[in-house]
Each structure stands twice: as structure tokens, then as C-alpha cells.
């Protein structure tokens, strides 16, 4: 039974619920609705409202009886649109919340109510909750929703797949009526989705294709999951708003999400904050800043363990956005002086009021050796749920991350150059003649580890002899000109591992590293210098190199001559 002191407060409420519209809200108010009794006026307001199309319960808590006299109330409102119900159960048992929520949604059901909105959020009813509403989802009630909240609601795996379920359903149904279901804006942070939970959503997503909003931050989601949402994100082109923070990206999963960012043109707001989005991954999305997201407003790329010139080269294109407002690099591994630089490049730019604070900087790493990747463990044990994602983009994402959109088919070759590369050597090489052009064909942009291993190793063949030095750097040239000719985010990717396999940027994983010897930096001196060779990818090197000269100290003055030419380039 209801307290004198409950049905007070529910009189106040119901008092000053009309608030327009057809709106009737009650939030907020802190009332608790047990028995059929206690929801007695509420109901009856409920009735009386002849157009309710919104009703808010959020912030008081509700039990299965009341929930049921609330039901029978909504059976009859069949222009019910919004419904903001969450922080609906607190104090209640789990066991309650699906059968209140099943009340609910068969009322709304029952009504033939046609819901644009439903937002569940801050209930925690896990798995056992998505049960309470699936049926619903399914329905031609929700037909015609276009935002869907269930943020802090513990659905964790199961939730995820039951979801996922009902979405797919929803649409098959609707699409068969003529009028799929379009989705446009998705909540679900703090759920403990998981891999498994995010790859079955992205089936979901993927279908869907209508996603303006997708907001899954803190979900313990990794490369695998991340790399089937990237696919899922990319056929879906009015992607206004993407944040996945405090997820785990490292380099396979950010390197999915860059090449998914390249076809999209509406993205105003990203957020991978606390994403270990790492400099590499860093490097990538600069490529997709350069040539893509033109109308991009913000970019949280804080608490990421990027390094100073992987900010830097961030920086360059951002300050290029005439929309940009917001670039937020806080917490990641800058050191002071770092700070600094990226402090005074913007400002450079006019851009310095853009950038946020700095305050939890990390500092310079202090151990500069690779460390391996944070999911390496589990490479070999995708689940099934994620095979499809990857799979359909061919096996190269699976390996690095990284889509060829070409997907060119090598050419056969000659027996000669197999050897060769298989093997640089002078001899070799001369031997081969003209046909040395064809080693160039073997390279491709989808794995620039290859094709890093290939450049390095004809350029360690550079020597003084006018005839061997003219075939290897007519190699070079022909290898680093393919590597180059891609697209922006092809390019950065295998500038990027060149760097690393040099020692001059920090990799993930089991890194082959080489240490360069001074021939390699001169085939870099001549490449730089010929047609094929733009001004950012000179800019790129120069950064990187003019913060690592330590690194190349034994190769002397053709690190200083090449340390010159990059920064004549950029100029």
C-alpha cells in the first residue's frame, strides 16, 4: 500500500506533468511505485491524456504491479512516440525488471504504437533485461524507432546477442512491409559487450545502414570487435558521431577504423579517447585527416600512449579544418618538450585555443623498446561471431588491420626475381637486367611489412660503383613509387612501418627491426628528391627523424645529408 507521504508526492507530480507537446513527465521525481494503488492517479492521468505521444518515468522506481496498471493505462495510447524511462528500477530485484519491462512493452505493442524513441539507460538489468524488451524490439512498434538509449545497463555478452537479434529481426520484418527500420542513433556504454557482443551488433549495424550516432565507450572491446564495428561503420554513410572510448584499439583495430573513417564525409565529432590508439595508429588517422573528414568538428585522441611526433603529425592536418574546434591529446606520451612543440605548432596555425589541455601529459616513454601487442595473445582465437567482419574485406585486415580496396592480383614472375628478393644481392641484381623493373610488382599496399623488408633490402645493396648503384636506385625508385601511389592512408601506413623497422617510431608486437646502415639513407636522400615524393610524406619522415637522431648516429653524414633534404623538401 501506498504512504500517505508517497501519494502527496504523486499528486505534486501529476500536478506539474503536462509539460507540452504531448509530453507527460514525471522525472525526477524520486516516487516509488509498488502496488497497483500507489500509480492509482498517475494511471488515471495517463488515461485522461487524450494525445500523449511522450512519457518520462525516468528517475523514480517502479515494481512489477505497478508496472502492470501503468500497462493497461498505455494499451489505448496508440500516439505514444517517446518513451524516456531509465533509472526506472532502482533499489528493485533483477528478477522484477523483466517482467515490469514486458508489461510495459506489450501495452505498447498491444496499443499499436509507432515509437521514434526508447531510452532504458542507467537500468541495470543485464542479459535477462534485453530478454524483457526483445519482443518489442522486434515489433511493429518499433518499426519506426530512431533512437534507441540503453547506456550503464549491463547487458554484457548475452545482452549484446539478444539485442543484435532483435535489431536484425526488426529490420528483416520491416523491410519486407516496405519500410525498413532506420536506426539513427545507438547508446550502449557500460555494458560489458565485450568482442563477442560488439561483433553481433555490428551485424546489426551493418544491415542497418542508418546510423547517424553510435556512442559504445567502456565495453572491454579490443582489435577483434573493433575491427567488425569498423567494417560495419563504413555502410553507414551519415555517421555524424562516432565515440568508442575507453575501448582497446591498438594498431589492427585503429587502422580498421581509419580505412572505415576514409568513406565517411559526414563525421563531426570522434572520440577514441583511452583507446591505446598509439602512434601508429596516430599516423593513420592523420592520412585519413589529410585526404578525408571534411567537416570533422572534434577528436579526442587523449590517454593513447602517442608519442610527440606521431602528435605533430596529427597536428598538421587538423589545423587545416576550417570546422575543427577541438583536438584533445591530453594524457598520452608527449614529455615537456613535446608539449611544447605541439603547443607552438598549432599556434603557428592560429589554431592554439583549439587544442586542449595538455595537464595530464605522461611524460616521454622511458622504455623505447617494442613491447607486444596488448591482444596478441588471442590472434589465433577470433570468435565466429567476428569472422564474417573481417573476412569479407579479405585476409589482409585480419593480418594487419589494413583493407586493400584494390585487391590486385600479383603478377607471375620470373624465377630470377623471386630469387632475388627472396635474397638481395649485387650480382643478382645486374644479372636481371631490365627485367629488375618487375620486382617492383610484387609489392603490395596491403602489406607494407613486405614491402618494407623489399625497399630495405635493395637499398642495403647501395654502393660506389656507378653500374650497381644506378640499378639499385632504380629499383628503389620503382619500389618506393608504388608503395607511394596509393591512397593517403596506404601511404602513411607504409611510411609508418619503414619507421618502425628503422627503430625510429615504437611498433606493436614482434617487430623485425634493421639497423640502418648509411646506403639505405642515401636511396632515401634520392627518393625524396624525385617527383613521386610529396611534401607531407618528406614532412612525415622529417618529423620523426629530427626527434630520433640518436638512432641513425652510425650512419653519420648520410643521416645529416638526408636530415637536410627532408626539411628542404617540406619547406
Known amino acids: 500500500m501506498a504512504t500517505t507521504d508517497d501519494i502527496a508526492k504523486l499528486a505534486d507530480a501529476l500536478s506539474k506533468a503536462h509539460v507540452g507537446d504531448g509530453e507527460l513527465s514525471y522525472k525526477g521525481k524520486g516516487l516509488k511505485m509498488d502496488s497497483e494503488d500507489s500509480v492509482e492517479d498517475l494511471v488515471r492521468e495517463i488515461e485522461q491524456y487524450q494525445d500523449l505521444k511522450a512519457l518520462r518515468l525516468e528517475g523514480n522506481t517502479l515494481g512489477v504491479e505497478a508496472a502492470r496498471a501503468i500497462a493497461k ?35 505498447l505493442m498491444f496499443a499499436g504504437a509507432r515509437l521514434t524513441e526508447l531510452d532504458l539507460s542507467d537500468n541495470a538489468f543485464g542479459p535477462d533485461g534485453v530478454k524483457g524488451i526483445d519482443q518489442l524490439l522486434k515489433s511493429p512498434s518499433c518499426h519506426t524507432l530512431r533512437e534507441l538509449r540503453l547506456n550503464n545497463c549491463g547487458m554484457g555478452i548475452g545482452g549484446g546477442k539478444i539485442l543484435a537479434e532483435a535489431l536484425i529481426e526488426c529490420h528483416r520484418e520491416s523491410s519486407a512491409l516496405g519500410a525498413p527500420l532506420k536506426l539513427k542513433v545507438f547508446i550502449a556504454g557500460r555494458n560489458r559487450l565485450e568482442n563477442e557482443g560488439a561483433c553481433a551488433l555490428a551485424k546489426a549495424f551493418k544491415l542497418m545502414g542508418s546510423l547517424e550516432e553510435v556512442h559504445m565507450p567502456q565495453n572491454g572491446i579490443n582489435y577483434i570487435g573493433v575491427m567488425a564495428l569498423a567494417s560495419a561503420m563504413r555502410h553507414n554513410p551519415e555517421l555524424r558521431v562516432l565515440n568508442f572510448n575507453d575501448n582497446t584499439f591498438t594498431k589492427r583495430g585503429t587502422l580498421a577504423m581509419a580505412q572505415a573513417l576514409k568513406h565517411l564525409r559526414n563525421i563531426q565529432v570522434i572520440n577514441f579517447g583511452d583507446c591505446l590508439v598509439r602512434s601508429e595508429g596516430a599516423i ?30 596529427v597536428a598538421q592536418p587538423i589545423a587545416e579544418k576550417c570546422h575543427m574546434e577541438k583536438l584533445d591529446l591530453n594524457g598520452n606520451c608527449l614529455g615537456e618538450e613535446g608539449c611544447d612543440a605541439l603547443r607552438e605548432a598549432m599556434e603557428l596555425k592560429d589554431k592554439g585555443e583549439m587544442l586542449a589541455s595538455l595537464s595530464d601529459d605522461e611524460g616521454e616513454p622511458e622504455d623505447e623498446d617494442d613491447e607486444e601487442d596488448d591482444d596478441s595473445d588471442e590472434e589465433d582465437e577470433e570468435d565466429d561471431s567476428c569472422n564474417e567482419a573481417s573476412d569479407e574485406e579479405g585476409g589482409s585486415e585480419k593480418e594487419n588491420g589494413f583493407i586493400n580496396d584494390d585487391s590486385p592480383t600479383k603478377p607471375t614472375c620470373s624465377a630470377e626475381v623471386l630469387s632475388f628478393i627472396a635474397s638481395p644481392t649485387v650480382e643478382k641484381l645486374l644479372q636481371l637486367g631490365e627485367t629488375r623493373i618487375n620486382v617492383q610488382q610484387q609489392v603490395e599496399a596491403s602489406d607494407p611489412n613486405k614491402a618494407v623488408d623489399l625497399l630495405l633490402g635493395v637499398a642495403s645493396l647501395y654502393c660506389d660503383d656507378p653500374e650497381s648503384m644506378e640499378a639499385v636506385l632504380e629499383t628503389f625508385d620503382a619500389v618506393m613509387k608504388k608503395c607511394l601511389s596509393g591512397s593517403d592512408l596506404q601511404s602513411y601506413c607504409f611510411l609508418s612501418t619503414l619507421l618502425v623497422t628503422m627503430g625510429l617510431l615504437k611498433g606493436e608486437g614482434k617487430v623485425k627491426k634493421t639497423q640502418p646502415v648509411p646506403g639505405q639513407l642515401l636511396c632515401l636522400d634520392h627518393a625524396v628528391q624525385q617527383n613521386y615524393f610529396k611534401a607531407d610524406h618528406a614532412s612525415l619522415l622529417y618529423t620523426f627523424l629530427s626527434k630520433n637522431t640518436e638512432v641513425l648516429k652510425s650512419c653519420g653524414s648520410a643521416r645529416d645529408q638526408l636530415l637536410s633534404t627532408l626539411e628542404n623538401n617540406c619547406s
Open 73 to 107: 493505462a498505455l494499451e489505448k495510447k496508440d500516439q505514444l512516440q517517446r518513451c524516456y524511462w531509465s533509472d526506472m528500477f532502482t533499489g528493485r530485484l533483477r528478477s522484477e525488471i523483466p517482467t515490469a519491462l514486458r508489461s510495459l512493452g506489450g501495452a
Open 284 to 313: 593513420a588517422l592523420a592520412a585519413v585527416l589529410k585526404e578525408g573528414l571534411p567537416i570533422l568538428q572534434e577528436l579526442n585522441l587523449s590517454f593513447g600512449e602517442i608519442t610527440e611526433a606521431a602528435a605533430l603529425v
